[in-house]
T-cell receptor
């Protein structure tokens, strides 16, 4: 079983749509969680950390459900520039596991 | 966030040879990591590069195949030894900040023929 699992997608949505990704993690002892964005042929870039209380950054909202061991990312008012692969990360201290990523295509 | 550079950005190598990848950070960092990302796959942690001691390798990765150096807090190298086509991949170094979020270098795209 993978440490972090994500639906690979692709999610094809029109501009302006709201889209949500979920990710599950297997290690209940995980303490730190992140969402990264990876554009084609580029390195992953930190999108946001995920806190127990949830957090919001503009059009992006991340939430953590420890009881069910899943992390979510909500993108509102999708832009063409949001098209990318979104990686979910869970872990502790010096060991983090990356999901395989969910591909998002935002279409005009 | 730290600025991270990697050299080379890409290389094509013959099987049986070795390639050393360099990772340079613009500030001192405690934790540096080396990952591999094969086409269409997610990132797999190879090892944690420890300053002043041996690297800590993940299951499936060994020092003889992937020797790592970490001579100071701003620099590390990863060598891919005795390469085979299965080693063709993108190799990324990363550093961890205070909240454990990681920042990645631009990657080294390796093709082994």
């Amino acid at each position: 079983r993978k440490e972090v699992e994500q639906d690979p997608g692709p999610f094809n949505v029109p501009e302006g749509a709201t889209v949500a990704f979920n990710c599950t993690y297997s290690n209940s002892a995980s303490q730190s969680f992140f969402w990264y964005r990876q554009d084609c042929r580029k390195e992953p870039k930190l999108l946001m950390s995920v806190y127990s209380s949830g957090n919001e950054d503009g059009r992006f909202t991340a939430q953590l459900n420890r009881a069910s061991q899943y992390i979510s990312l909500l993108i509102r008012d999708s832009k063409l520039s949001d098209s990318a692969t979104y990686l979910c990360v869970a872990g502790n201290f010096n060991k983090f596991y990356f999901g395989s990523g969910t591909k998002l295509n935002v279409k005009p | 966030s730290a600025v991270i550079s990697q050299k080379p950005s890409r290389d094509i190598c013959q099987r049986g040879t070795s390639l050393t990848i360099q990772c340079q950070v613009d500030s001192q960092v405690t934790m540096m990591f080396w990952y591999r990302q094969q086409p269409g796959q997610s990132l797999t942690l190879i090892a944690t590069a420890n300053q002043g001691s041996e690297a800590t390798y993940e299951s499936g990765f060994v020092i003889d195949k992937f020797p790592i150096s970490r001579p100071n807090l701003t620099f590390s190298t990863l060598t891919v030894s005795n390469m085979s086509p299965e080693d063709s991949s993108i190799y990324l170094c990363s550093v961890a900040a205070g909240g454990y979020e990681q920042y990645f270098g631009p990657g080294t795209r390796l093709t082994v023929t």
